[in-house]
């Protein structure tokens, strides 16, 4: 039997299916599924033989190994992301949306990390070195010893990382590296994979530190950095609203750190500004009470955030009411909206609901649930919360409240604010913060019932 050739790559997430089609059952990502020549041609019909290999050497669990020695960039917020600093041998990946500012972040990480004694070398692939060099005059960074060079032949890249033999490479961006071994045109799922193969196995082999960057595109014609995430050590995302200042970098993988961790940065003028005290800054503009915006005292990484959440109910002029959410995710809203409805019987038919977190935040905690429903409900009855109180619990389809994990940090932060009163459910450990009025509730009822009156 002829085996086909051919097979059909998403470029979303890298699913290999043998047929096309128009959205990726595995992503769910439209328009993304291309026709791809295969890396190799697979293993051979034949099986290994008989001839034998080398015996590998086995050890146990109590082989004590050194912990590698980490670099600092002196950036806590990179370096805390990173899980401490930078590791040798190490390959990572930082994924984002195209103008978030990775290269910017990267280039300034570059001139940091070479300041910190490390031979730097910087391979920009999207921008001439001209233009590489201006930006780093925009940054005030001319002085520090990064050596440039803008190439996208992976073969004279790696011919000349074999020879200068830097301790960290960053490679901007892997989807313009280009691998002449393989038919297919740079960006393409193969293209970028190989050179990413080619890359991190090299990066292993020599103790060199490698920086992948990849940009998350909408489009099929180019492949995500989620085709590469699986052959790094670590994966940080780079996001952030376009009009707003704020750039969040998050770890969504570690092998050498807690995933999750957030690192928080402001964009400014003169680059990326490192923000130690991210809850100032996403509640720096709030005044008096309003209808509908609510404080949730959250948990990014190991660090508790204060966040505002903004939400709008209106009569809806269309028959099918608009459910919009901006920085949290809309399944999870339907859910509140459906509990409130059912359980609290509230309804919110012929209302349009917009959500909105402050400050260009992405929250993905359950946690934010009850300050959720305390918007929804604070901008449906038009009566503000207390400008002083945080809000923040689960709530489960039976309308009960669950306790969330630390609920210890998240009172402290909201002392720190000047905050004075937090809702909170019933359950996990009683305990008291000085300065702080605690309200545990046990079910959403009892919360509408306690805050807004009887619904
Ligand atoms: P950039 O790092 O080029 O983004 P990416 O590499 O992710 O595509 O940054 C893009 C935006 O950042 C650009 O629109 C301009 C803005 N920017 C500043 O606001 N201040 C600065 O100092 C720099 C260098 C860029
Ligand atoms: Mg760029």
């Given at each position: 039997m002829a085996k086909s050739k051919t097979q059909f790559t998403c470029t979303a997430c890298g699913n290999v299916t043998t047929k096309w089609a128009g959205?990726?059952?595995?992503?769910?990502?439209?328009?993304?599924i291309v026709e791809e020549a295969p890396?190799?041609?697979?293993?051979?019909?034949?099986?290994?033989?008989t001839a034998r290999g080398r015996r590998i050497e086995l050890t146990d669990l109590r082989t004590e190994e050194t912990p590698p020695p980490r670099t600092v960039s002196g950036v806590a917020e990179l370096d805390r992301v990173l899980g401490g600093g930078l590791v040798p041998a190490s390959a990572i990946l930082v994924g984002g949306d195209p103008g978030i500012g990775k290269s910017t972040l990267l280039l300034q990480a570059a001139a940091r990390f070479a300041r910190m004694g490390l031979k730097t070398i910087y391979v920009s692939g999207e921008e001439a070195s001209a233009q590489v060099r201006m930006r780093a005059q925009r940054l005030g960074l001319?002085?520090?010893p990064v050596q440039l060079a803008a190439e996208t032949n992976l073969r004279d890249i790696l011919t000349t990382l074999d020879e200068e033999r830097p301790q960290l490479a960053i490679i901007n961006?892997?989807?313009?590296m280009w691998s002449d071994s393989i038919g297919s045109a740079p960006g393409s799922v193969s293209q970028v994979r190989a050179a990413a193969h080619e890359l991190t196995a090299f990066a292993k082999r020599k103790g060199m530190a490698v920086i992948l960057v990849g940009h998350v595109t909408k489009e099929g014609q180019i492949a995500g950095p989620r085709v590469v995430e699986h052959m790094v050590d670590t994966v940080l995302y780079f996001e952030g609203e376009?009009?707003?200042q704020f750039r969040v970098l998050r770890a969504v993988k570690n092998r050498f750190g807690p995933a999750d961790e957030i690192g928080v940065f402001e964009m400014t003028g003169k680059g990326l500004a490192e923000v130690t005290n991210p809850s100032a800054l996403f509640l720096s503009d709030r005044g008096q009470p309003t209808p509908g915006s609510v404080v949730f005292a959250g948990i990014e990484g190991t660090r508790p955030v204060l966040i505002e959440l903004q939400a709008l109910v209106a009569p809806s002029p269309h028959s099918q009411p608009r459910r919009t959410v901006v920085g949290w995710d809309g399944g999870r809203l339907a859910m509140i909206l459906a509990v409130l409805e059912a359980r609290c019987g509230i309804p919110f038919a012929g209302l349009d609901v917009y959500l909105n977190v402050a400050g260009g935040m992405k929250i993905s905690e359950p946690a934010a649930d009850l300050a959720v429903a305390a918007a929804l409900l604070s901008a449906r009855e038009d009566a503000a919360l207390p400008a002083d109180t945080v809000v923040f619990g689960e709530i489960s389809l039976s309308g009960a409240l669950r306790a969330v994990g630390q609920t210890e940090n998240r009172l402290k932060e909201a002392q720190k604010l000047g905050f004075s009163s937090a809702i909170a459910p019933k359950g996990g450990k009683s305990l008291t913060v000085d300065g702080i009025k605690l309200n545990r509730i046990t079910d959403l009822a009892s919360f509408v019932g306690e805050t807004f009156g009887a619904g």
């Open positions: 959205r990726c059952e595995a992503c769910g990502e439209w328009n993304s890396l190799s041609s697979g293993p051979s019909a034949a099986t290994l033989g001319t002085q520090s961006s892997i989807q313009t376009r009009g707003h």
